[in-house]
């Protein structure tokens, strides 16, 4: 993350530029063909040799496309605002945050406030790149980014079930998003400020219940980050059963709504749901290392489609990829990890399924390996087996017990071997394929993984 004087010197300069291009318009006509070639990647007025076209030049371009002009020259100056809003307040935002601050500004929805973010960044780039103004070989090297100006991607999991943990009142993002109750997206809780009536007055914490929302509560990198003192859905004192991960929202509905599975005496009325909506976030990613930090014999099981994207996103979540893997491996270039390091950034994440080799033989449901899937499942195989090696290591020092290695080991060597019975095969299958559903196949699991 960039630094406050860092971003700040950025914006002034940014902001300069700005008002002497207003003040000293170019003289030299534009052309309509570079207003559109430019308009992408170009600085604001002044703004060295990439120029947005000047906003009051009549003869330059259609009305139409100078207001166009204007309006993302305005979107990029209020995404500014938002980030030195959050500078000075100490916070930090998603792009769904900021959207919802202003939507008639942002026609095209989040889209526009993503290239917004990113025009913003390459201004800074340009106007104040950082590095060390004495060591000219550094300027350049670090770039202005999302996550640096404290943005970060709009969460997309849900989180539902037998579960409740504090948030931070200050976690309501921008100064004005205390004032709005709630902002719902297909009746997903969007915004968690100020919705329970158990808010903690003294400490300055929010209650966030998972059993009282019956769609579920959105997953963004406030929940992701500030959640805290995790216990069960009736209080303090009470803990939840355990965790399902789930890939796809259909499967969410199936096994909770469909089978009402969160009713009071139900098998899974003391579990909790994760579900992802495909490859986990980093705000989703977030909350289950600090939920695991908190509450470590806490069982997760993870239930996603027996196909490589599916067996991919089983890893994403136990931590063999995503950003924080990715970051792990560029640091591991520059100095190797040791076993204990590498098992530290691993979820004991017990891996359900679906498995196709383990469908009945006379059962429907599979299909061909794309040419893609094979590519997914040549990369997912080549990770797995370094981990595996690295995990083969004596670890004296590791921050996980046996236990949890053995279980982490343990789902990487279920996966390989059937990335291994994938490949041999060439064939894969959904979740659904399953002849008694997923809900069968979830308590099957669940029992296995009961300690006798």
Same mark, same amino acid.
């Given at each position: 993350?960039?630094?406050?004087?860092?971003?700040?010197?950025?914006?002034?300069?940014?902001?300069?530029?700005?008002?002497?291009?207003?003040?000293?318009? $170019?003289?030299?006509?534009?052309?309509?063909?570079?207003?559109?070639?430019?308009?992408?990647?170009?600085?604001?007025?002044?703004?060295?040799?990439?120029?947005?076209?000047?906003?009051?030049?009549?003869?330059?371009?259609?009305?139409?496309?100078?207001?166009?002009?204007?309006?993302?020259?305005?979107?990029?100056?209020?995404?500014?605002?938002?980030?030195?809003?959050?500078?000075?307040?100490?916070?930090?935002?998603?792009?769904?945050?900021?959207?919802?601050?202003?939507?008639?500004?942002?026609?095209?929805?989040?889209?526009?406030?993503?290239?917004?973010?990113?025009?913003?960044?390459?201004?800074?780039?340009?106007?104040?790149?950082?590095?060390?103004?004495?060591?000219?070989?550094?300027?350049?090297?670090?770039?202005?980014?999302?996550?640096?100006?404290?943005?970060?991607?709009?969460?997309?999991?849900? =989180?539902?079930?037998?579960?409740?943990?504090?948030? $931070?009142?200050?976690?309501?993002?921008?100064?004005?998003?205390?004032?709005?109750?709630?902002?719902?997206?297909?009746?997903?809780?969007?915004?968690?400020?100020?919705?329970?009536?158990?808010?903690?007055?003294?400490?300055?914490?929010?209650?966030?219940?998972?059993?009282?929302?019956?769609?579920?509560?959105?997953?963004?990198?406030?929940?992701?980050?500030?959640?805290?003192?995790?216990?069960?859905?009736?209080?303090?004192?009470?803990?939840?059963?355990?965790?399902?991960?789930?890939?796809?929202?259909?499967?969410?509905?199936?096994?909770?709504?469909?089978?009402?599975?969160?009713?009071?005496?139900?098998?899974?009325?003391?579990?909790?749901?994760?579900?992802?909506?495909?490859?986990?976030?980093?705000?989703?990613?977030?909350?289950?290392?600090?939920?695991?930090?908190?509450?470590?014999?806490?069982?997760?099981?993870?239930?996603?489609?027996?196909?490589?994207?599916?067996?991919?996103?089983?890893?994403?979540?136990?931590?063999?990829?995503?950003?924080?893997?990715?970051?792990?491996?560029?640091?591991?270039?520059?100095? $190797?990890?040791?076993?204990?390091?590498?098992?530290?950034?691993?979820?004991?994440?017990?891996?359900?399924?679906?498995?196709?080799?383990?469908?009945?033989?006379?059962?429907?449901?599979?299909?061909?390996?794309?040419?893609?899937?094979?590519?997914?499942?040549?990369?997912?195989?080549?990770?797995?087996?370094?981990?595996?090696?690295?995990?083969?290591?004596?670890?004296?020092?590791?921050?996980?017990?046996?236990?949890?290695?053995?279980?982490?080991?343990?789902?990487?060597?279920?996966?390989?071997?059937?990335?291994?019975?994938?490949?041999?095969?060439? =064939?894969?299958?959904?979740?659904?394929?399953? $002849?008694?559903?997923? =809900?069968?196949?979830?308590?099957?699991?669940?029992?296995?993984?009961?300690?006798?």
């Amino acid at each position: 993350m960039l630094g406050d004087d860092e971003i700040i010197r950025a914006a002034e300069a940014v902001v300069n530029a700005y008002l002497v291009g207003l003040l000293h318009r $170019p003289d030299a006509a534009i052309t309509e063909a570079s207003s559109q070639t430019h308009h992408h990647h170009s600085a604001p007025c002044g703004m060295g040799r990439q120029k947005m076209p000047p906003l009051c030049e009549a003869k330059c371009t259609s009305t139409e496309k100078k207001l166009n002009a204007l309006r993302r020259t305005a979107q990029v100056l209020y995404v500014l605002s938002c980030v030195m809003d959050m500078l000075y307040q100490g916070l930090t935002c998603t792009e769904r945050d900021v959207y919802y601050q202003n939507t008639s500004l942002f026609r095209n929805g989040q889209r526009d406030v993503h290239t917004s973010i990113e025009r913003l960044c390459r201004w800074m780039d340009s106007m104040h790149p950082l590095g060390n103004t004495d060591d000219p070989e550094t300027i350049g090297r670090r770039c202005y980014t999302r996550e640096g100006l404290r943005i970060a991607a709009s969460g997309k999991s849900i =989180l539902i079930g037998y579960i409740s943990f504090d948030i $931070p009142k200050s976690s309501s993002i921008l100064p004005s998003a205390s004032q709005t109750t709630q902002l719902t997206e297909g009746n997903v809780l969007q915004t968690q400020v100020f919705f329970e009536k158990t808010a903690n007055h003294l400490t300055g914490t929010v209650e966030v219940n998972g059993m009282r929302h019956d769609s579920g509560i959105l997953v963004n990198m406030a929940v992701g980050m500030r959640s805290c003192h995790f216990r069960g859905a009736e209080g303090v004192g009470s803990l939840p059963s355990a965790l399902i991960l789930v890939e796809k929202e259909s499967t969410l509905r199936t096994l909770v709504v469909g089978k009402d599975a969160l009713d009071l005496g139900a098998p899974l009325s003391r579990c909790f749901f994760l579900c992802s909506k495909g490859y986990p976030c980093r705000a989703s990613r977030t909350l289950l290392h600090k939920l695991h930090r908190e509450l470590p014999q806490l069982p997760i099981f993870v239930l996603v489609d027996g196909d490589p994207h599916g067996m991919r996103i089983a890893l994403t979540f136990l931590g063999l990829f995503g950003g924080g893997a990715s970051t792990r491996r560029r640091k591991q270039q520059k100095r $190797p990890f040791s076993s204990a390091e590498f098992i530290s950034t691993l979820l004991p994440v017990r891996w359900i399924g679906v498995r196709p080799s383990a469908l009945p033989h006379q059962a429907t449901g599979r299909a061909p390996l794309t040419l893609l899937d094979r590519q997914v499942l040549l990369q997912m195989t080549a990770r797995v087996v370094e981990a595996l090696s690295l995990l083969e290591d004596e670890v004296g020092d590791a921050t996980c017990s046996e236990e949890e290695m053995n279980l982490i080991r343990g789902t990487l060597n279920d996966i390989l071997r059937e990335a291994e019975w994938m490949k041999e095969k060439s =064939l894969k299958c959904a979740l659904q394929a399953w $002849p008694d559903g997923p =809900l069968h196949l979830l308590m099957d699991s669940l029992e296995l993984g009961r300690p006798a």
